[in-house]
């Protein structure tokens, strides 16, 4: 034994782990042989005794094949086919020869190794099969062998789809006009989880061709992921549900091995259920789709290796090239409907391949580069992918998605007659194909469930020698015999044998002036062909004519059946800026062509979408959370409220107190499943501007910067909308409170609440006529403005409350009416809102006077509205801080230009002249800034008061937080003399916001009682809907008649606001008697027909728009 040959078998013995890499080209021109330092492979792996075992019987059933030594097995030791040139094209060396270079490995130093003419070995057990070359300059090279039957692990059980599905409307991402309740869909708070449940191994598929159930990996778990974490499912798009990807998965078998599921859309959808029950289910129930995919970064316990026949082969081809782990997930009968306890599971069967290609060039479709496609009128069974195995002589054909299911899932077994797998010459007329042995190459039997679990769709059909090679250049089809003498074509390959399929993701995000490249792979009978041209066909958006993404090139597949296409972006521009979503999806269908001057042809099932975002730029340190964060946070609250648990991203202070939560998941790559977004579909420049918000600090509050919501005349007027959204939203619930009262019951209490309606109504006509002042035009007659309860109030106001409609109750009053009325106790002392507390009177007395000390103290104002660095969260607040403090800077602004923002229609104007509520304090008319101020600080003061040491304003009225107050603690609020106690009773004190306020005024709870009595009210529900309610019962009807007058109220409000203030008395005053007549008649009718309405439950006014179209209509 030489030297060489002892310092080999010295490495074997002692290398115990280290993973075999390809042989680089510097390896490549060094020694193996004399010199061979590059046995790397681990000698513990190669020699256990289990492998050993294994080994030998397996090598014991190849020496009874014909094909034994013909392919690739494990290492190659055992290959003996007569492959004689190297990866790269150079002619192997004879191995019984020294020219041009000298080496020990000879037919006589290995006897047994094979060592014959230049055929490509391995006598030392390498990491594959090599030769000397007779190039003199490169010493030895691999060599690409054919490799043996292909493995593969199978799986069955089921998926769950969390999906969310808000965003499957665009209408719900306006952020103005989104409704919570207008089209949730079936799944609103969906996470977007998807992950792998109760599936198991049921079968593998070994080298040898064998598929067997007794290997100790089948039977065990797969794992989705981890504990922590699961994979998200994604639409690149709200209009396109049909690629859907899945990000941040992980797959494996529980203790064997795991790898990451690299991103990829889902593709061949298609209605695959059977039976007349299929109508009666969601359309995903009956759908079926497929995922193929790869798997990266493979970990494999080397513990756990030995004892798996399975595994040790996959270790064996894992470091050989073109090694690739494939997964094939085929998914069905998605459960959509709530009601079911498979809510949002279905069932899912899959493939891991090991997949060991020669060319190394990437597989689209892992294993399979031939496809069945079904003819028209085949119960939609769409595709059947196969390949051809020639050296095991055999057929392999992937009819996992081409089955059809009950609407349970179950395998319905193919009716109409046998199936035969046969060569295709183009028409098939009759059934005498089926008696020629070399066109028919077998009966295709699909079994049941069992089956199909086990085999997961895969059937294998062998085939002779003489027939293998006809195969190769001929295409396949599958044929129905229905009858004795007829016979029909069921699927069918293309033929000119032509598959085309995407390497790159089929799905994109791209940004507006950038470049990219999309890659085809063809082949022709299961060969890379060259000269196949890929050309693209946009269907959306249909009428774009000048589209933002351009095709700069493409060049035709060469030899390795890859083409190629170039694409350039440009900005999209705000397309669909009315429904606030970035950019533009563009679509594109597929065709190909054989050559420049080919005839061109569809591709099946193989659609291009890609997002392109639209051009966004931003200061770095002007970023603000009003104007540039919250649009964005506000929508993505929206559409995936299971948020908001984790963080409420509509929330300025929840979003400022988890600032690092914030940035780490917005830094995540995007194939993390903690991503965000979930749905990966915020622009990188958005989110870079997120990011330097959160980075940008304010030196006075070590928060980002806050800023304003209106800087613009258009946005005051949108902010004044949402103010009357905002009045509009807090009436229902104080009427259903009202309605609830019994007549002859707490006539106090109702008194109060009535009061407050009243304010509220003004409230609502001194916004509007503020909005008119300034050119706007409010909207009440939209469904959009009418909200559904529970609901959070308009503008995120109170952040945190659900407003909810429910009977007169202490604990109503307490949680939600005081709730809505609460001061916000930081703003009350900051500067802005001392001034114009100490200013009051002064600036309301300014709205019928025209004092040259007005434009005085709005330069004040403006001054100290820029200092305040706090978000406005109570109603009044936001009054305050987003409408009046804009308001005097833009008027003045617009003063200095010689101009004003008061150029509105004063005819618009609603005053006392229209109103019949309280004279003392009616709406009054906007024409100017010192009116339009005086109208905020009523409606801001009204609610929440004005002076944290005094709750009465100068009418001496409560503000409306206090008056709720006196009925929650059973008295009226006084002032006392803070040196006098009262004899031996205990009394609640009014206190201000902040104890560090030094009041010379005590006030007191303890005034006359308000009594309250709780069985004074009728038994009504909370948050009812009309729906819900028995058909053809008198409540039903009720509810339906009471939506019918609240519709018509709003929309004679409507007409009021918009040029006819007339209507507000004429006609508004008296729907709003007749809407309290049938809320109260409702409030006394019990849901059950033959209920008593003293017990209930009673049916309550769900104030829903009406619309004469919707089918239960009165």
Known sequence: MDYWRVLALFLIISVTSIDVCSSSSTTQNGDIGEDDSLIQQSAADRNSHGQKHYSQSFQSKRAEDSNAGECLEEDGASYRGKVSETRTGKTCQRWDSQTPHRHSRTPANYPSSGLEQNYCRNPDSWSGVWCYTTDPGTRWELCDVPVCGMLRLNFAGRFLADVATANNDAGNFNISTFDPQQNPSWNPKGSGDFRLVNCKVTQVCLEDGRCVRDDPIVGQPIIDSNSTHAGKLVDVDERNQEQSQIWGLVVGVDGFFKGDFVPRSFNHMHDACEGSDCKTVYTSTR??????????????????????????????????????????????????????????????????????????????????????????????????????????????????????????????????????????????????????????????????????????????????????????????????????????????????????????????????????????????????????????????????????????????????????????????????????????????????????????????????????????????????????????????????????????????????????????????????????????????????????????????????????????????????????????????????????????????????????????????????NVLNAIGGAPDLKNRVTVPSYPAALPGGANPGLRVKLARCSLNQIRTVFQGIERPDCKIANSEVFQFLRQHRKILIAYRNTDNGSFVKNCAEIAKLCNKNTTRPQTIGAIYIHQILCPMVILEIEAKKKRSTLFTGDRTKQITSDQWLGYKESPPFAVTDLRSAVAAIEDIATEGEGSDPCDPFDERDELSHFFKFAEVVQGRRLIQQDPNVTSAGQCFDDFLPCDENIKCDKTFSFAGRLVPFFEDGVWPTISNPYTKSYPQESQARKYSNHFNKIYTGLLKCIHDAFNGHPEKMKVDCMGMMSSLTVWGKRLAQTPIDPNGDPEKGPNAAPTFEFHDPTDKDTM
């Open 287 to 768: 759908f079926s789709a497929v995922w193929l995919s790869t798997l990266q970064n493979v970990w494999i316990d080397m513990n756990k290796a030995g004892q798996s026949s399975f595994i040790q082969q996959v270790m064996s081809r894992r470091r050989l090239p073109g090694f690739e782990l494939y997964v094939k997930l085929s998914v069905r009968n998605n459960i959509a409907d709530p009601k079911s306890p498979d809510f949002l599971h279905g069932r899912v069967v899959g493939t891991i391949y090991a997949v060991l290609d020669p060319e190394t060039d990437p597989l689209p479709y892992g294993p399979y580069k031939r496809m069945l496609w079904a003819e028209a009128g085949y119960d939609g069974r769409g595709h059947v992918p196969f390949y051809v195995d020639v050296l095991m002589k055999s057929v392999v054909l992937d009819f996992a998605n081409s089955m059809r299911f009950d609407i349970k899932g179950n395998v319905v077994e193919p009716s109409g007659g046998r199936l035969y797998l046969l060569q295709y010459n183009g028409t098939i007329t009759g059934c005498e194909p089926l008696n020629s042995k070399s066109s028919n190459l077998g009966e295709i039997e699909l079994g049941g469930n069992h089956w199909f679990q086990r085999t997961v769709g895969i059937i294998e059909l062998s085939v002779k020698d003489t027939t293998i090679e006809t195969i190769k250049n001929t295409p396949l089809a599958v044929i129905q015999q229905t009858s004795p003498t007829q016979c029909k074509t069921v699927l069918a390959e293309r033929q000119d044998g032509l598959f085309v399929e995407a390497i790159d993701n089929r799905v994109m995000r791209k940004e507006p002036n950038s470049g990219w490249d999309m890659r085809f792979r063809a082949f022709q009978f299961g060969r890379s062909v060259d000269g196949i041209y890929i050309e693209t066909s946009q269907t959306s958006p249909a009428d774009d004519l000048n589209p933002a993404i351009q095709i700069i090139s493409t060049e035709p597949s060469g030899n390795n059946g890859i083409s190629t296409i170039t694409f350039r972006s440009s900005d999209p521009g705000d397309p669909r800026r009315e429904t606030q979503q970035d950019g533009q999806e563009y679509r594109y269908r597929i065709k190909a062509k054989k050559g420049a001057d080919g005839i061109s042809f569809d591709v099946k099932d193989l659609m291009l979408s890609i997002h392109l975002y639209s051009d966004y730029t931003f200061t770095p340190g002007k970023v603000t959370w009003h104007e540039h964060v919250y649009p964005i946070f506000q929508q993505y609250a929206n559409l995936y409220p299971t948020m908001k648990p984790i963080i409420d991203l509509a929330s300025y202070e929840d979003v400022t107190r988890k600032i690092e939560l914030l940035k780490h998941t917005l830094t995540l790559p995007d194939t993390h499943p903690n991503h965000m977004p979930v749905t990966r579909d915020l622009s990188p420049q958005k989110r870079r501007m997120i990011l330097s918000w959160l980075d940008n600090l304010h030196p006075s509050s070590n928060l980002p910067i806050l800023g304003t919501t209106t800087q613009t005349l258009d946005e005051l007027k949108r902010t004044l909308q949402v103010a009357l959204q905002l009045e509009l939203t807090t009436i229902p619930p104080y009427l259903s409170a009202l309605f609830s009262i019994k007549d002859v019951d707490n006539r106090e209490v109702a008194v109060l609440i009535k009061s407050v309606v009243i304010d509220e109504m003004k409230h609502m006509a001194l916004v509007s």
